[in-house]
T-cell receptor, first 111, second 117 residues
């Protein structure tokens, strides 16, 4: 079953704008991760946030985690056309060996 | 540095034919290995994972099987393909910690696109 669900399913913005994607999950977690997938390619890890962390930054990426609401958000600031991709959250849920992925947000950044 | 190879990249198979997708990892030892499937425009479904040679955990009972004959080799197979087996198959590896739980970053291959006709 799906552990994480992203919202919105699709997002279209203008280059230079910020993009915010949300993820909700169901069980307790050790960490939550965000991945990016260009069309027809494998996934690439972006950032990992542990359950005892509330916010984390990496370049233009900002991730927040609210374990009380079982939710996370990924903010991409000053978006570029090259940011066009699908973005997935993943959690370890009830296992320490596997990651369960959400359904993803398809981001389109218009030049 | 570590690399992951997955092949074939694309294949078209008739219903009822067998399947073998192979994944190998280089530059690391005793990785945790994973097979995911992605339907068109959808999220990833975990099919199998392995924390050691010969150790396979199945997540979804279906027409597929997995094997790990060597430490860094993971194979996805089917004896008879179904139309519903079509999809994008992704292999991934993650670091293990001497048997201790570890769900850190996963590293993905470039995927194998399977079309069953």
């Amino acid at each position: 079953s799906q552990q994480g669900e992203e919202d919105p399913q699709a997002l279209s913005i203008q280059e230079g704008e910020n993009a915010t994607m949300n993820c909700s999950y169901k069980t307790s977690i050790n960490n939550l991760q965000w991945y990016r997938q260009n069309s027809g390619r494998g996934l690439v890890h972006l950032i990992l946030i542990r359950s005892n962390e509330r916010e984390k930054h990496s370049g233009r990426l900002r991730v927040t985690l609210d374990t009380s609401k079982k939710s996370s958000s990924l903010l991409i600031t000053a978006s570029r056309a090259a940011d066009t991709a699908s973005y997935f959250c993943a959690t370890d849920g009830d296992s320490s060996y596997k990651l369960i992925f959400g359904s993803g947000t398809r981001l389109l950044v218009r030049p | 540095s570590q690399t992951i190879h997955q092949w074939p990249a694309t294949l078209v198979q008739p219903v009822g034919s067998p399947l073998s997708l192979e994944c190998t990892v280089e530059g690391t030892s005793n990785p945790n290995l994973y097979w995911y499937r992605q339907a068109a425009g959808r999220g990833l479904q975990l099919l199998f994972y392995s924390v050691g040679i010969g150790q396979i955990s199945s997540e979804v009972p279906q027409n597929l099987s997995a094997s790990r004959p060597q430490d860094r080799q993971f194979i996805l197979s089917s004896k008879k393909l179904l139309l519903s087996d079509s999809g994008f198959y992704l292999c991934a590896w993650g670091s293990s910690s001497a048997g201790a739980p570890n769900t850190g970053e996963l590293f993905f291959g470039e995927g194998s696109r399977l079309t069953v006709l």
